[in-house]
Antibody, heavy 120, light 112 residues
């Protein structure tokens, strides 16, 4: 059964950092395009970052709102994807989801999400 | 970025009655490959989004046939033929034709 499981969220002060993890089961991450999407409390869905599959060169893209502060990476041995979130701002408070795909017929599989709360 | 606009943002419906949500994009969504990548998601309270429809009108596995998608160019519609209690929640449309993918604001469906 295909499953994505996020972890690593928590409460952090402005300027702090976290490392979010997306562990994949039943699919090989290097073969997939993968994406992080976030949802602020009571708000809509926002694309954050995507990585292409290995065949396409593992190209990584970021939303302008997080560029320079967030870093997406993968660990092939652990079949996991990470989102290092640095220099956090109050407006980064959200549930962060990992999902399969990046565009076109994307986002058919979602994890349950992990909550990042940025507050002093 | 392509702006996606949904309406209405709130939709009170009566059980057993039809419901319709509109989605408009600021640019046409026909991809160079000839496909139109317009997707609909449903998110129940406290849950992750679930993809319902892809490429305008294709239902995902397990999605009831009371859900249907239609449209072309910049105007798209999600219709529920007879609303059931489990259909409450937020509905989002998303365009996957132009980079980056962008979502509508969401439409909240609730039972009257």
């Amino acid at each position: 059964q295909v499953q994505l499981v996020e972890s690593g969220g928590g409460l952090v002060k402005p300027g702090g950092s976290l490392r979010l993890t997306c562990a994949a089961y039943g699919l090989t991450l290097t073969e997939q395009y993968m994406t992080w999407i976030r949802q602020a409390p009571g708000k809509g869905l926002e694309w954050v970052s995507s990585v292409s599959n290995s065949v396409s060169g593992s190209v990584i893209s970021y939303a302008d709102s997080v560029k320079g502060r967030f870093t997406l990476s993968r660990d092939n041995a652990k079949n996991s994807m990470f989102l290092q979130v640095d220099s956090l701002r109050v407006e980064d408070t959200a549930v962060y989801y990992c999902t399969r795909g990046a565009s076109k017929n994307a986002f058919d599989i979602w994890g349950l999400g992990t909550l990042v709360t940025v507050s002093s | 970025d392509v702006v996606v606009t949904q309406s209405p943002l709130s939709l009170p419906v009566t059980l057993g009655q039809p419901a319709s949500i509109s989605c408009r994009s600021s640019q046409g969504l026909v991809h160079n490959d000839g496909n139109t990548y317009l997707i609909w998601f449903h998110q129940r309270p406290g849950q992750s989004p679930r993809r319902l429809i892809y490429k305008v009108s294709n239902r995902d596995s397990g999605v009831p046939d009371r859900f249907s998608g239609s449209g072309s160019g910049t105007d798209f519609t999600l219709e529920i033929s007879r609303v059931e209690a489990e259909d409450v929640g937020l509905y989002y449309c998303m365009q996957g034709t132009h980079w980056p993918p962008t979502f509508g604001q969401g439409t909240k469906v609730e039972i009257k």
